[in-house]
């Protein structure tokens, strides 16, 4: 089945250890995007790719950054990682399309000790 | 600024009864509004999706409606099982934008009790 997988599904960092979150995708769809949820809060955007374009949110702190080197991976990394970095991140595909539904991966939980 | 509010954090109702899940925004004129659910651990599923000229949409045992008057969307689940215990987000993209603007409220936990 088509699909977007994230990997791992837990990690567990040290204060400022770098961490990499992947995400890959049989969707073949053009936007990739991260999210970050803490818990019961609403998912909250930090970049998407439309293509080969990034684009970032303005408030995503510098910490984070994102690569995509081909349609079908998209990575996160978190270059310092803080306790306040502690959260579920989710990566999700959309068609170009006015709807822009998401189908999101189950997610990757990090936690920072 | 712009706001996305659902009604309440947690929803607890009994099983055969209807849920009934709210919606607020402003300071936004969407042009689509998606319903997603999302069961603890797991990332978002997609369920509806309404347009802003459309009143009503239905699938299977859940109707969503859109009023953009009231700046609000009901989501309802009839005849609520156990097994649609989860938390329901809903989520708003603006027109025009770049294709990065779906934001999501907190969601709405519902809890069906046998």
């Known amino acids: 089945d088509a699909m977007v997988i994230q990997n791992p599904r837990y990690q567990v960092t040290q204060f400022g250890k770098p961490v990499t979150l992947s995400c890959s995708q049989t969707?073949?769809?053009?936007?990739m995007y991260w999210y970050q949820q803490k818990s019961s809060q609403a998912p909250k955007l930090l970049f998407h790719?439309?293509?080969?374009?990034?684009?970032n949110e303005a408030d995503t702190p510098d910490n984070f950054q994102s690569r995509r080197p081909n349609t079908s991976f998209c990575f996160l990394d978190i270059r310092s990682p803080g306790l306040g970095d502690a959260a579920m991140y989710l990566c999700?595909?959309?068609?170009?399309?006015?709807?822009?539904?998401?189908?999101f991966g189950a997610g990757s939980r990090l936690t920072v000790l | 600024s712009q706001k996305i509010e659902q009604n309440s954090e947690a929803l607890n109702i009994q099983e055969g009864k209807t849920a009934t899940l709210t919606c607020n925004y402003t300071?936004?004129?969407?042009?689509?509004l998606q319903w997603y659910r999302q069961d603890p651990g797991r990332g978002p599923v997609f369920l509806l999706l309404?347009?802003?000229?459309?009143k009503e949409k239905r699938k299977e045992r859940l109707k969503v409606t859109f009023d953009t008057t009231l700046k609000q969307s009901l989501f309802h689940i009839t005849a609520s099982q156990p097994a649609d215990s989860a938390t329901y987000l809903c989520?708003?993209?603006?027109?025009?934008?770049?294709?990065?603007?779906?934001?999501f409220g907190k969601g709405t936990k519902l809890s069906v009790k046998p």
């Open positions: 999700a595909t959309s068609r170009v399309s006015g709807a822009n539904v998401l189908t």
């Open positions: 969707l073949n769809h053009n936007v």
């Open positions: 790719y439309y293509d080969k374009d990034f684009n």
């Open positions: 300071n936004y004129s969407p042009a689509y």
């Open positions: 309404i347009r802003e000229n459309e």
């Open positions: 989520a708003l993209r603006r027109y025009g934008g770049s294709q990065g603007n779906l934001i």
